[in-house]
Protein backbone atom coordinates (compact mmCIF):
# COMPACT_ATOMS: atom_id res chain seq x y z
CA UNK A 1 0.00 0.00 0.00
CA UNK A 2 2.79 1.99 -0.60
CA UNK A 3 4.14 4.53 -3.42
CA UNK A 4 6.85 4.66 -5.73
CA UNK A 5 9.73 6.30 -5.14
CA UNK A 6 12.98 7.14 -7.34
CA UNK A 7 15.71 5.76 -6.19
CA UNK A 8 17.36 9.01 -5.62
CA UNK A 9 14.91 9.68 -3.20
CA UNK A 10 15.50 6.72 -1.63
CA UNK A 11 19.13 7.07 -0.82
CA UNK A 12 18.35 10.74 0.01
CA UNK A 13 16.30 10.45 3.24
CA UNK A 14 16.26 6.92 4.11
CA UNK A 15 17.12 6.09 7.48
CA UNK A 16 19.07 2.61 6.37
CA UNK A 17 21.47 4.97 3.75
CA UNK A 18 22.46 7.02 6.68
CA UNK A 19 23.16 3.97 8.87
CA UNK A 20 24.91 2.76 5.78
CA UNK A 21 26.87 5.64 5.81
CA UNK A 22 27.70 5.72 9.48
CA UNK A 23 29.07 2.34 9.07
CA UNK A 24 30.77 2.79 6.39
CA UNK A 25 32.47 5.80 8.44
CA UNK A 26 32.99 3.00 11.70
CA UNK A 27 34.83 0.52 8.79
CA UNK A 28 36.81 2.85 6.85
CA UNK A 29 38.41 4.09 10.40
CA UNK A 30 39.02 0.75 11.84
CA UNK A 31 40.51 -0.44 8.26
CA UNK A 32 43.26 1.56 8.28
CA UNK A 33 43.51 1.19 12.02
CA UNK A 34 43.34 -2.59 11.57
CA UNK A 35 45.59 -2.76 8.33
CA UNK A 36 48.26 0.06 10.13
CA UNK A 37 48.40 -2.14 14.05
CA UNK A 38 48.50 -5.59 11.73
CA UNK A 39 51.40 -4.00 9.46
CA UNK A 40 53.58 -2.84 12.11
CA UNK A 41 53.15 -6.16 14.52
CA UNK A 42 54.15 -7.81 11.16
CA UNK A 43 57.58 -6.49 10.15
CA UNK A 44 58.27 -6.25 14.14
CA UNK A 45 57.45 -9.70 14.48
CA UNK A 46 59.39 -11.00 10.82
CA UNK A 47 62.39 -8.82 12.84
CA UNK A 48 62.55 -9.85 16.20
CA UNK A 49 61.23 -13.41 15.84
CA UNK A 50 60.89 -14.33 12.57
CA UNK A 51 58.31 -15.68 9.26
CA UNK A 52 56.17 -18.08 11.25
CA UNK A 53 55.29 -15.46 14.08
CA UNK A 54 54.86 -12.77 11.28
CA UNK A 55 52.77 -15.24 9.68
CA UNK A 56 49.77 -14.72 12.34
CA UNK A 57 49.18 -10.86 12.14
CA UNK A 58 49.66 -10.66 8.13
CA UNK A 59 45.95 -11.40 7.09
CA UNK A 60 44.79 -8.42 9.51
CA UNK A 61 46.49 -6.23 6.90
CA UNK A 62 45.04 -7.47 4.34
CA UNK A 63 41.47 -7.69 5.71
CA UNK A 64 41.95 -3.96 6.65
CA UNK A 65 42.88 -2.94 3.33
CA UNK A 66 39.79 -4.84 1.94
CA UNK A 67 37.63 -3.09 4.52
CA UNK A 68 38.52 0.13 3.22
CA UNK A 69 38.23 -0.71 -0.66
CA UNK A 70 34.20 -2.48 0.51
CA UNK A 71 33.81 1.02 2.16
CA UNK A 72 34.33 3.19 -0.47
CA UNK A 73 32.54 1.42 -3.10
CA UNK A 74 29.31 1.57 -0.77
CA UNK A 75 29.55 -2.19 0.23
CA UNK A 76 30.78 -1.72 4.02
CA UNK A 77 28.89 -4.99 4.81
CA UNK A 78 30.89 -7.16 3.04
CA UNK A 79 34.06 -5.42 3.86
CA UNK A 80 33.28 -5.60 7.52
CA UNK A 81 32.27 -9.43 7.36
CA UNK A 82 36.06 -9.89 5.65
CA UNK A 83 37.51 -7.71 8.62
CA UNK A 84 35.70 -9.15 11.39
CA UNK A 85 36.42 -12.66 9.97
CA UNK A 86 40.04 -12.09 9.56
CA UNK A 87 40.45 -10.02 13.15
CA UNK A 88 38.75 -12.90 15.14
CA UNK A 89 40.93 -15.54 13.87
CA UNK A 90 43.90 -12.99 13.95
CA UNK A 91 42.93 -12.13 17.81
CA UNK A 92 42.68 -16.02 18.71
CA UNK A 93 45.78 -16.81 17.00
CA UNK A 94 47.88 -13.63 18.80
CA UNK A 95 46.08 -14.81 22.18
CA UNK A 96 47.50 -17.87 21.77
CA UNK A 97 51.08 -18.23 20.40
CA UNK A 98 52.10 -14.66 21.07
CA UNK A 99 50.07 -12.67 23.82
CA UNK A 100 49.94 -15.09 26.62
CA UNK A 101 49.17 -14.56 30.36
CA UNK A 102 52.71 -14.22 32.41
CA UNK A 103 53.15 -13.48 36.07
CA UNK A 104 54.15 -9.66 34.90
CA UNK A 105 51.96 -8.77 31.90
CA UNK A 106 48.03 -9.87 31.10
CA UNK A 107 47.08 -10.48 28.09
CA UNK A 108 45.16 -7.60 26.30
CA UNK A 109 44.79 -8.89 22.65
CA UNK A 110 41.08 -9.65 23.37
CA UNK A 111 40.06 -6.63 24.14
CA UNK A 112 39.98 -6.27 20.29
CA UNK A 113 36.98 -8.88 20.56
CA UNK A 114 34.40 -6.08 22.26
CA UNK A 115 34.34 -3.63 19.54
CA UNK A 116 34.44 -6.60 17.09
CA UNK A 117 31.10 -8.13 18.84
CA UNK A 118 29.66 -4.87 18.67
CA UNK A 119 30.52 -4.18 15.33
CA UNK A 120 28.88 -7.71 14.25
CA UNK A 121 25.51 -6.80 15.97
CA UNK A 122 25.15 -3.83 14.03
CA UNK A 123 26.47 -5.57 10.43
CA UNK A 124 23.69 -8.01 11.09
CA UNK A 125 20.99 -6.30 11.82
CA UNK A 126 18.60 -8.03 9.15
CA UNK A 127 19.61 -10.96 9.79
CA UNK A 128 17.17 -13.43 11.56
CA UNK A 129 17.91 -13.32 15.31
CA UNK A 130 19.54 -16.35 16.17
CA UNK A 131 21.85 -15.89 13.78
CA UNK A 132 22.74 -12.36 14.52
CA UNK A 133 22.63 -13.15 18.46
CA UNK A 134 24.40 -16.38 17.95
CA UNK A 135 27.50 -14.98 16.65
CA UNK A 136 27.55 -11.86 19.03
CA UNK A 137 27.42 -14.47 21.76
CA UNK A 138 29.56 -16.48 20.42
CA UNK A 139 32.02 -13.65 20.37
CA UNK A 140 31.78 -12.70 23.66
CA UNK A 141 32.23 -16.48 25.08
CA UNK A 142 35.41 -16.22 23.30
CA UNK A 143 36.52 -13.21 25.05
CA UNK A 144 35.21 -14.42 28.83
CA UNK A 145 37.36 -17.82 27.43
CA UNK A 146 40.48 -15.76 26.87
CA UNK A 147 39.89 -13.10 29.91
CA UNK A 148 39.05 -15.67 32.64
CA UNK A 149 42.22 -18.12 31.24
CA UNK A 150 45.89 -17.98 30.85
CA UNK A 151 46.32 -20.90 28.43
CA UNK A 152 49.37 -22.23 30.03
CA UNK A 153 52.07 -23.85 28.73
CA UNK A 154 54.94 -22.68 26.77
CA UNK A 155 54.08 -21.16 23.22
CA UNK A 156 56.66 -21.00 20.60
CA UNK A 157 56.42 -17.53 19.86
CA UNK A 158 55.26 -15.76 23.22
CA UNK A 159 56.57 -11.86 22.80
CA UNK A 160 58.74 -10.35 25.57
CA UNK A 161 57.48 -8.75 28.91
CA UNK A 162 58.63 -5.62 27.40
CA UNK A 163 57.77 -5.15 24.30
CA UNK A 164 54.17 -6.94 25.24
CA UNK A 165 53.99 -3.85 27.45
CA UNK A 166 53.90 -0.93 24.84
CA UNK A 167 51.70 -3.43 22.99
CA UNK A 168 49.47 -3.99 25.05
CA UNK A 169 48.90 -0.12 25.43
CA UNK A 170 48.44 0.13 21.89
CA UNK A 171 45.94 -2.69 22.12
CA UNK A 172 44.01 -1.02 24.87
CA UNK A 173 43.97 2.49 23.15
CA UNK A 174 43.23 1.07 19.62
CA UNK A 175 39.93 -1.31 21.03
CA UNK A 176 39.12 2.04 22.93
CA UNK A 177 38.78 4.07 19.87
CA UNK A 178 36.83 1.31 18.02
CA UNK A 179 34.33 0.89 20.99
CA UNK A 180 33.66 4.01 21.04
CA UNK A 181 33.07 4.99 16.91
CA UNK A 182 30.96 1.94 17.30
CA UNK A 183 28.79 3.14 20.71
CA UNK A 184 28.31 6.39 18.51
CA UNK A 185 27.12 4.51 15.60
CA UNK A 186 24.52 2.95 18.01
CA UNK A 187 23.54 5.94 19.73
CA UNK A 188 23.01 8.19 15.84
CA UNK A 189 20.98 5.52 14.77
CA UNK A 190 18.93 5.70 18.04
CA UNK A 191 18.51 9.40 18.00
CA UNK A 192 17.41 9.23 14.29
CA UNK A 193 15.23 6.86 14.72
CA UNK A 194 13.32 8.49 17.61
CA UNK A 195 13.42 11.55 15.49
CA UNK A 196 11.67 9.33 12.45
CA UNK A 197 9.10 8.36 14.42
CA UNK A 198 8.35 11.75 15.70
CA UNK A 199 7.90 13.18 12.51
CA UNK A 200 5.89 10.24 11.55
CA UNK A 201 3.37 10.63 14.30
CA UNK A 202 3.36 14.05 13.85
CA UNK A 203 2.36 13.17 9.72
CA UNK A 204 -0.22 11.25 10.96
CA UNK A 205 -1.90 13.00 13.72
CA UNK A 206 -2.09 16.18 11.10
CA UNK A 207 -2.82 14.67 7.94
CA UNK A 208 0.44 15.08 6.43
CA UNK A 209 0.34 11.53 4.82
CA UNK A 210 -1.27 11.41 1.03
CA UNK A 211 -2.62 8.87 -1.06
CA UNK A 212 -2.06 7.93 -4.65
CA UNK A 213 -3.57 5.65 -7.21
CA UNK A 214 -2.99 3.43 -9.66
CA UNK A 215 -5.36 2.64 -12.53
CA UNK A 216 -6.45 -0.87 -12.59
CA UNK A 217 -7.61 -1.62 -15.91
CA UNK A 218 -9.78 -4.17 -18.08
CA UNK A 219 -8.87 -5.99 -21.49
CA UNK A 220 -10.57 -3.07 -23.23
CA UNK A 221 -8.13 -0.41 -21.16
CA UNK A 222 -11.27 0.90 -19.28
CA UNK A 223 -10.40 1.94 -16.05
CA UNK A 224 -12.43 0.11 -13.64
CA UNK A 225 -10.81 1.35 -9.81
CA UNK A 226 -7.84 2.00 -8.94
CA UNK A 227 -5.51 1.02 -5.74
CA UNK A 228 -4.30 3.38 -2.98
CA UNK A 229 -0.93 3.67 -2.22
CA UNK A 230 0.19 5.73 0.12
CA UNK A 231 3.48 8.44 0.60
CA UNK A 232 4.67 10.90 2.90
CA UNK A 233 5.81 13.98 1.77
CA UNK A 234 8.24 15.34 4.21
CA UNK A 235 7.81 19.06 4.88
CA UNK A 236 11.95 19.11 5.04
CA UNK A 237 13.14 16.18 3.88
CA UNK A 238 11.08 15.83 1.03
CA UNK A 239 9.43 11.70 -0.49
CA UNK A 240 10.23 9.48 1.97
CA UNK A 241 10.67 6.02 1.04
CA UNK A 242 7.58 3.54 1.99
CA UNK A 243 10.08 0.54 2.44
CA UNK A 244 11.97 3.11 5.54
CA UNK A 245 8.56 4.40 7.27
CA UNK A 246 6.63 1.50 6.72
CA UNK A 247 8.57 -1.07 8.77
CA UNK A 248 9.49 2.04 11.85
CA UNK A 249 5.47 2.01 12.04
CA UNK A 250 4.83 -1.78 12.36
CA UNK A 251 7.84 -1.72 14.76
CA UNK A 252 6.46 1.14 16.82
CA UNK A 253 3.05 0.33 16.65
CA UNK A 254 1.80 3.60 14.76
CA UNK A 255 0.76 0.90 11.61
CA UNK A 256 -2.73 0.82 13.58
CA UNK A 257 -3.49 4.88 13.24
CA UNK A 258 -1.82 5.08 9.53
CA UNK A 259 -4.09 1.80 8.61
CA UNK A 260 -7.12 3.68 10.11
CA UNK A 261 -6.34 7.17 8.23
CA UNK A 262 -5.34 5.65 5.12
CA UNK A 263 -9.24 3.47 4.91
CA UNK A 264 -10.88 6.36 6.18
CA UNK A 265 -8.85 9.17 3.34
CA UNK A 266 -9.67 6.17 0.82
CA UNK A 267 -13.65 6.32 1.35
CA UNK A 268 -13.21 10.04 1.73
CA UNK A 269 -11.60 10.05 -1.95
CA UNK A 270 -14.50 7.12 -3.30
CA UNK A 271 -17.34 9.82 -1.87
CA UNK A 272 -15.42 12.26 -4.35
CA UNK A 273 -15.12 9.61 -7.54
CA UNK A 274 -19.14 8.94 -6.81
CA UNK A 275 -20.23 12.31 -7.05
CA UNK A 276 -18.96 12.12 -10.47
CA UNK A 277 -20.86 10.54 -13.37
CA UNK A 278 -17.57 9.67 -15.44
CA UNK A 279 -16.34 8.12 -12.00
CA UNK A 280 -19.23 7.20 -10.17
CA UNK A 281 -18.54 3.09 -11.46
CA UNK A 282 -14.61 3.46 -9.56
CA UNK A 283 -13.68 1.36 -6.97
CA UNK A 284 -10.59 1.62 -5.10
CA UNK A 285 -8.97 -0.71 -3.33
CA UNK A 286 -7.29 -0.54 0.00
CA UNK A 287 -4.49 -2.98 1.53
CA UNK A 288 -4.95 -3.58 4.63
CA UNK A 289 -2.51 -4.72 7.63
CA UNK A 290 -2.11 -8.18 9.51
CA UNK A 291 -2.27 -5.70 12.43
CA UNK A 292 -5.51 -4.08 11.62
CA UNK A 293 -7.64 -6.99 11.15
CA UNK A 294 -6.30 -8.11 13.98
CA UNK A 295 -7.84 -5.64 16.47
CA UNK A 296 -11.19 -6.52 17.93
CA UNK A 297 -12.93 -3.20 16.35
CA UNK A 298 -11.77 -3.83 13.45
CA UNK A 299 -15.15 -4.39 11.40
CA UNK A 300 -16.61 -1.63 13.34
CA UNK A 301 -13.72 1.10 12.46
CA UNK A 302 -14.55 -0.22 8.79
CA UNK A 303 -18.28 0.32 8.94
CA UNK A 304 -17.67 3.62 10.47
CA UNK A 305 -15.82 5.17 8.22
CA UNK A 306 -17.97 4.41 5.04
CA UNK A 307 -20.84 5.37 7.15
CA UNK A 308 -19.25 8.54 7.72
CA UNK A 309 -18.29 9.06 4.59
CA UNK A 310 -21.55 8.01 2.99
CA UNK A 311 -20.21 5.37 -0.08
CA UNK A 312 -21.70 2.64 -1.23
CA UNK A 313 -19.75 -0.30 0.61
CA UNK A 314 -19.79 -2.16 -2.65
CA UNK A 315 -16.70 0.34 -4.03
CA UNK A 316 -14.48 -0.48 -1.67
CA UNK A 317 -12.47 -3.36 -1.86
CA UNK A 318 -9.92 -4.83 0.91
CA UNK A 319 -6.93 -6.19 -0.27
CA UNK A 320 -5.62 -8.84 2.16
CA UNK A 321 -2.21 -10.54 1.13
CA UNK A 322 -1.56 -14.28 2.59
CA UNK A 323 0.27 -13.28 5.80
CA UNK A 324 -2.90 -12.86 7.56
CA UNK A 325 -3.76 -16.10 7.55
CA UNK A 326 -0.64 -17.38 9.50
CA UNK A 327 -3.44 -17.46 12.77
CA UNK A 328 -6.57 -17.22 14.10
CA UNK A 329 -8.36 -18.24 10.61
CA UNK A 330 -11.31 -18.60 12.36
CA UNK A 331 -11.63 -14.64 13.68
CA UNK A 332 -10.13 -13.62 10.34
CA UNK A 333 -13.28 -15.42 8.63
CA UNK A 334 -16.25 -13.87 10.70
CA UNK A 335 -14.50 -10.99 10.10
CA UNK A 336 -14.93 -11.21 6.72
CA UNK A 337 -18.06 -12.36 6.16
CA UNK A 338 -19.39 -9.02 8.61
CA UNK A 339 -18.28 -7.37 6.02
CA UNK A 340 -19.10 -9.27 2.99
CA UNK A 341 -22.69 -9.29 4.08
CA UNK A 342 -22.02 -5.50 4.46
CA UNK A 343 -21.33 -4.94 1.00
CA UNK A 344 -17.47 -4.55 0.84
CA UNK A 345 -15.53 -6.86 -1.67
CA UNK A 346 -12.42 -8.71 -0.78
CA UNK A 347 -9.24 -9.46 -2.89
CA UNK A 348 -6.55 -11.78 -2.37
CA UNK A 349 -3.11 -9.62 -2.95
CA UNK A 350 0.40 -11.56 -4.29
CA UNK A 351 -1.54 -14.37 -4.19
CA UNK A 352 1.35 -17.78 -4.35
CA UNK A 353 3.65 -15.94 -2.52
CA UNK A 354 3.13 -16.98 1.32
CA UNK A 355 1.17 -19.33 3.11
CA UNK A 356 -0.59 -20.44 -0.26
CA UNK A 357 -3.97 -23.12 0.18
CA UNK A 358 -6.69 -24.28 -1.75
CA UNK A 359 -8.44 -24.38 1.93
CA UNK A 360 -8.20 -20.57 2.07
CA UNK A 361 -9.82 -20.13 -1.25
CA UNK A 362 -12.86 -22.94 -0.50
CA UNK A 363 -13.69 -20.81 3.15
CA UNK A 364 -12.52 -17.22 2.31
CA UNK A 365 -15.56 -15.16 0.66
CA UNK A 366 -13.20 -13.24 -1.91
CA UNK A 367 -14.10 -11.69 -5.04
CA UNK A 368 -10.88 -11.35 -6.79
CA UNK A 369 -7.32 -12.78 -6.93
CA UNK A 370 -4.23 -10.90 -7.91
CA UNK A 371 -1.11 -12.31 -9.48
CA UNK A 372 2.17 -10.91 -8.00
CA UNK A 373 4.15 -9.23 -10.29
CA UNK A 374 6.86 -11.59 -9.67
CA UNK A 375 5.20 -14.15 -11.60
CA UNK A 376 4.37 -11.30 -14.09
CA UNK A 377 7.78 -10.04 -14.71
CA UNK A 378 9.48 -13.06 -16.05
CA UNK A 379 6.11 -14.32 -18.13
CA UNK A 380 8.40 -14.15 -20.86
CA UNK A 381 11.10 -16.12 -20.23
CA UNK A 382 10.70 -18.03 -17.05
CA UNK A 383 8.30 -21.47 -18.37
CA UNK A 384 7.64 -21.71 -14.64
CA UNK A 385 5.76 -18.76 -14.41
CA UNK A 386 4.09 -18.82 -17.13
CA UNK A 387 2.11 -21.92 -15.68
CA UNK A 388 2.04 -20.45 -12.67
CA UNK A 389 -0.21 -17.53 -13.77
CA UNK A 390 -1.58 -19.75 -16.43
CA UNK A 391 -3.01 -22.12 -12.89
CA UNK A 392 -4.01 -18.65 -11.15
CA UNK A 393 -5.59 -17.49 -13.55
CA UNK A 394 -7.89 -20.68 -14.46
CA UNK A 395 -8.55 -21.07 -10.83
CA UNK A 396 -10.12 -17.55 -9.94
CA UNK A 397 -12.31 -18.34 -13.44
CA UNK A 398 -13.33 -22.08 -11.81
CA UNK A 399 -14.17 -20.79 -8.26
CA UNK A 400 -16.28 -17.63 -10.06
CA UNK A 401 -13.36 -14.71 -8.87
CA UNK A 402 -11.79 -12.02 -11.05
CA UNK A 403 -8.36 -12.14 -11.73
CA UNK A 404 -6.37 -9.04 -12.01
CA UNK A 405 -2.70 -9.43 -12.95
CA UNK A 406 -0.47 -6.57 -11.21
CA UNK A 407 3.06 -5.16 -12.52
CA UNK A 408 2.14 -5.31 -16.04
CA UNK A 409 4.97 -3.21 -17.73
CA UNK A 410 4.78 -4.45 -21.10
CA UNK A 411 2.24 -5.17 -23.94
CA UNK A 412 3.58 -8.60 -24.46
CA UNK A 413 3.05 -9.45 -21.23
CA UNK A 414 -0.58 -8.08 -21.07
CA UNK A 415 -0.86 -10.02 -24.26
CA UNK A 416 0.06 -13.25 -22.80
CA UNK A 417 -2.49 -12.65 -19.46
CA UNK A 418 -5.20 -11.58 -22.03
CA UNK A 419 -4.85 -15.55 -23.96
CA UNK A 420 -4.47 -16.67 -20.68
CA UNK A 421 -8.14 -15.73 -19.82
CA UNK A 422 -7.33 -12.89 -17.07
CA UNK A 423 -9.40 -9.68 -18.17
CA UNK A 424 -8.13 -7.24 -15.52
CA UNK A 425 -4.85 -5.77 -15.35
CA UNK A 426 -2.75 -3.51 -13.74
CA UNK A 427 0.95 -1.88 -13.75
CA UNK A 428 3.45 0.67 -15.15
CA UNK A 429 1.37 0.09 -19.05
CA UNK A 430 -1.67 1.59 -17.64
CA UNK A 431 -0.12 4.01 -15.32
CA UNK A 432 2.10 4.79 -12.42
CA UNK A 433 0.44 6.01 -9.06
CA UNK A 434 -1.01 9.55 -8.96
CA UNK A 435 -3.39 11.89 -7.52
CA UNK A 436 -7.14 11.41 -6.99
CA UNK A 437 -7.52 14.40 -9.91
CA UNK A 438 -5.13 12.81 -12.57
CA UNK A 439 -7.78 9.74 -12.12
CA UNK A 440 -10.37 11.08 -12.28
CA UNK A 441 -9.21 12.53 -15.60
CA UNK A 442 -7.97 9.50 -16.85
CA UNK A 443 -11.06 7.37 -16.01
CA UNK A 444 -13.09 10.19 -17.58
CA UNK A 445 -11.02 10.10 -21.03
CA UNK A 446 -11.80 7.31 -23.58
CA UNK A 447 -9.36 4.09 -23.03
CA UNK A 448 -6.32 4.29 -25.25
CA UNK A 449 -5.68 1.86 -28.32
CA UNK A 450 -2.21 0.99 -26.64
CA UNK A 451 0.51 2.74 -26.28
CA UNK A 452 3.22 3.02 -29.02
CA UNK A 453 6.18 1.61 -26.88
CA UNK A 454 6.40 0.07 -23.83
CA UNK A 455 7.05 2.61 -20.56
CA UNK A 456 9.84 2.48 -19.11
CA UNK A 457 9.93 -0.40 -16.16
CA UNK A 458 7.95 0.60 -12.63
CA UNK A 459 10.28 0.42 -9.44
CA UNK A 460 10.45 -2.95 -7.61
CA UNK A 461 7.49 -4.16 -5.27
CA UNK A 462 5.97 -1.41 -2.82
CA UNK A 463 6.31 -2.56 0.39
CA UNK A 464 2.70 -3.02 1.78
CA UNK A 465 0.61 -1.82 5.10
CA UNK A 466 1.78 -5.09 6.62
CA UNK A 467 4.22 -7.40 8.49
CA UNK A 468 6.06 -9.52 6.05
CA UNK A 469 4.94 -13.32 5.88
CA UNK A 470 8.10 -15.13 7.47
CA UNK A 471 8.38 -12.27 10.37
Known sequence: ???????????????????????????????????????????????????????????GVLAGLLAV?????????????????????????????????????????????????????????????????????????????????????????????????????????????AMYLAMHIMQADVEARNAYEADLREAIRTGQLALHYQPQVDQDGQVLGAEALLRWPHPRRGMISPAEFIPLAEKTGLILPMGDWVLDAACGHLAELSSHPDTAHLTISVNISVHQVREPDFV??????????????????????????????????????????????????????????????????????????????DLLTQPRDLAIAKTIVDLGTSLNMAVMAEGVETREQRQILENMGCKQFQGYLFGKPMPLAALREQAAQAPPSGPATNPPPGEPDEPRLETPAHA
Request: glycine share 8%; with cysteine; hydrophobic share 45%.
Open 1 to 59: MQPTIPMSAHRKSSLGAKHLRRVALLLTVCGWLTAAMTLGWTLGLLHLIGWQAAMIPAP
Open 300 to 377: VKAMAAIERHKVDPQRLKMELTESVFARDMDDLISKMKALKQYGVCFSLDDFGTGYSSLSYLKRLPLDQLKIDQAFVR
Open 69 to 177: WFAGRGRPYLGGAIQCGALYVVVCLTCAFLDQTTDQMPRTTHLFLVPLATGMYMGLRGSPKLWRHGIVAFIFLTFVVLACTALVGEPAHNLPDELRVIGGKANTVAAAV
